[in-house]
């Protein structure tokens, strides 16, 4: 027994050192493991976490030769996305949309979610499981107001969109008991009074399409300053993870490396991402209609995103939790996308080629950061632009624009058309908007994506319309003979020009009609030099004919007297035995009347048509002219003084 206990105790030594060796060893290799775990950030305030067990300072990690730490602490840090769900609504893919919001709630993702209030409540099934899943303990859903039945905000009076979105609000705050504080808008588009309206409702978030926003302010390398002055924070979608081709009807497959390039550059950029998806992404489609059946491989795709951005460390926020981060100076710690040339149709999960990997800490800081570039395919786009009729515009009248993903600036200009059908050569993988102007009035505005090789596109052009202009003097009734007619567009570019007829008619302009927001035609009148008024601004829709009766401020004729009174340098002219004779005459030099002057030295003219006159002094005895002068008579002045001159004079003379 004694023997047995020293014999333990001799051989103690030896195995204290082993012990002590496989300590080490297994903690060398857990110590990565155990250094910082990252729960999914701004989730809920009850599922968030953040476990430091040992405290190891990370190494600098280069990204973009900006020195940062691959660690995130503290809530108001990037990089972010925020994963938004548009055309929530009662008894329209139900099942799909509760199938998209499971898979948040599997991966511990927050999403954001645009909900219409209209017939909201008559889907029992959706009100129950939104009400389950906005209770505290779950995955954190914002939710948003996304119009009452997603009206075009932007084509709606102040006093409708007050009472649209007021109602959905009321909704929402009815069945939810809270109401939103962020409008994600319909289609994308809206207007100053859209913005009104948000701040009297006291929300302060409006997420449009980044196509339309102007409020968003670029800063390259830190969050965007994206507040305007009525408070209001504009955090618009920037990444889409289908292109949308057919007004929210229709959406093509955009190539996930895309997707992913998309949301990198924009962190890269802004500091965040916005990700737009609706219910139609991940419904199937059965005979051009989208059906309650989801699309499992679209739903798998969507969930390998979000595994992609946590493997990054991107934060996943709500929108109203983006909006704090206007201040902030953050530089983002994802490396734009560095792919191949030729695209490829989806990237693994677990270790994205397109992407630097920022997430190992024990990159060297004196490494130089990897300079990789990317050689875009191209692809051609051909247009044929054409009528409702299926007939080709003729190419001569045709000049586009076009713009690439969210550039304010064109792409590519085509100031003219050398033929139509028409081919351009473009980048693939990008969404495209695409201006097309009939004789420099803007007819048409396509979005879509190139995705293929070789791409056809039909451009609609609608029918112009006719403008009808008819002119008459103040009473209405009496036409003005002999007018110009000439019509201008809101770019100042006169369109057509005419002549009024004897009854004030002038012919028939067709013209592109005025299907964009913003386009419209004036038509302005010139009577002579100096009378001349325009009409207020003119719509034409498609194949209609817009009749435009003008009436010019001044009367047709004029009853009150006209008065010349003759000077001889500062007195009145003296008779000195000799006779004297104000003669009138139009601005085309014809003679119309004559009047003598009298002992004062004034002649007098009565029945005068508005117009310009010419009115000449001359001596009676030999017709010699001894002054003129160049007047307007619009029945606002009666009264006129001319002084004689020594000579005849040889210059026109100048409007008084």
Not at 175 to 187: D, E, H, L, R, S
């Amino acid at each position: 027994m004694n023997e047995i206990h020293y014999g333990r105790i001799h051989h103690t030594p030896s195995l204290l050192v082993f012990s002590i060796f496989t300590l080490l060893l297994i903690f060398s290799v857990m110590q990565p493991a155990l250094a910082v775990s990252y729960g999914s950030y701004g989730a809920s305030a009850n599922t968030k976490s953040v476990v430091t067990t040992l405290p190891i300072t990370p190494k600098p990690v280069t990204v973009n030769a900006v020195s940062t730490t691959n660690t995130v602490s503290g809530k108001n840090t990037c990089p972010c996305i925020v994963f938004r769900l548009d055309d929530v609504r009662g008894s329209y893919l139900p099942d799909i949309q509760m199938k998209i919001m499971d898979v948040f709630q599997k991966k511990n993702a927050s999403l954001s979610i645009g909900i219409t209030g209209y017939n909201l409540t008559q889907d029992g099934k959706l009100v129950s499981y939104l009400q389950n899943n906005l209770k505290p303990g779950h995955t954190a859903i914002e939710m948003a107001n996304h119009g009452w039945r997603h009206e075009d905000f932007a084509t709606l009076g102040l006093s409708q969109q007050v009472t649209l979105m007021n109602k959905t609000n009321q909704e929402l705050n009815k069945i939810f008991g809270k109401k939103p504080n962020a409008f994600f808008v319909p289609y994308g588009m809206y207007d100053n009074d859209t913005l009104k309206v948000i701040k009297q409702l006291k929300m302060n978030v409006i997420s449009s399409s980044i196509w339309s926003e102007d409020k968003f302010v670029l800063a390259q390398g830190k969050i965007t300053a994206n507040k305007d002055s009525l408070g209001l924070y504009h955090i618009p979608s920037m990444t889409e993870f289908q292109s949308d081709t057919g007004n929210e009807t229709y959406w093509t497959n955009i190539p996930k490396d895309r997707v992913i390039d998309s949301i990198n550059s924009h962190i890269t950029k802004y500091g965040y991402d916005v990700f737009l998806i609706h219910p139609q992404n991940f419904a199937t489609l059965v005979n051009g209609q989208y059906v309650n059946t989801a699309d499992t491989t679209h739903l798998d795709e969507l969930a390998s995103i979000i595994d992609y951005v946590k493997s990054k460390h991107i934060h996943i926020l709500t929108i109203s939790e983006i909006a704090g981060l206007d201040r902030a100076s953050i530089t983002p710690t994802v490396k734009p996308v560095a792919t191949t040339s030729k695209p490829v149709s989806t990237i693994p999960v677990s270790k994205p080629s397109s992407d630097v990997d920022v997430s190992n800490s024990s990159i060297d800081s004196t490494e130089q950061p990897r300079v990789v570039k990317y050689v875009e395919p191209n692809g051609s786009l051909t247009m044929n632009v054409q009528y409702p009729s299926n007939d080709p515009a003729n190419a001569q009248m045709l000049s586009m624009k076009i713009y690439r993903d969210f550039d304010t600036k064109p792409y590519l200009e085509l100031p003219t058309v050398s033929e139509n059908p028409y081919t351009v050569t473009l980048p693939m993988y990008h969404q495209y908007k695409i201006q097309t102007f009939v004789n420099s009035m803007l007819s048409s505005v396509i979005l879509t994506t190139l995705d293929t090789l070789h791409q056809n596109m039909d451009v609609n052009i609608p029918w112009g319309g006719t403008i009808l202009v008819s002119v008459y003097y103040h009473d209405g009734q009496t036409p003005v003979s002999g007018a110009n007619i000439s019509i201008r567009s809101q770019d100042n570019k006169t369109r057509a020009i005419g002549v009024t007829d004897s009854d004030g008619s002038a012919t028939r302009f067709s013209l592109p009609s005025t299907i964009v927001d913003g386009n419209y035609y004036v038509v302005d009148v010139k009577i002579n030099s100096h009378l001349v008024f325009s009409s207020d601004p003119v719509t034409l829709a498609p194949e209609n004919i817009n009749k435009i009766k003008l009436v010019a401020p001044w009367p047709s004729m004029l009853e009150n007297l006209i008065t010349v009174k003759v000077y001889n340098q500062t007195k009145v002219l003296p008779s000195n035995g000799q006779t004297y004779a104000v003669q009138m005459y139009d601005d085309q030099g014809n003679k119309l009347s004559e009047s003598p002057v009298n002992i004062h030295g004034e002649g007098y003219f009565w029945s005068m048509q508005v117009g310009d006159y010419v009115f000449k002094v001359v001596k009676t005895s030999n017709d010699t002219v001894l002054g003129d002068k160049f007047v307007t008579v619009d029945g606002t002045k009666n009264n006129f003084d001319l002084t004689i001159q020594n000579h005849v004079s040889t210059t026109k003379p100048v409007l008084n």
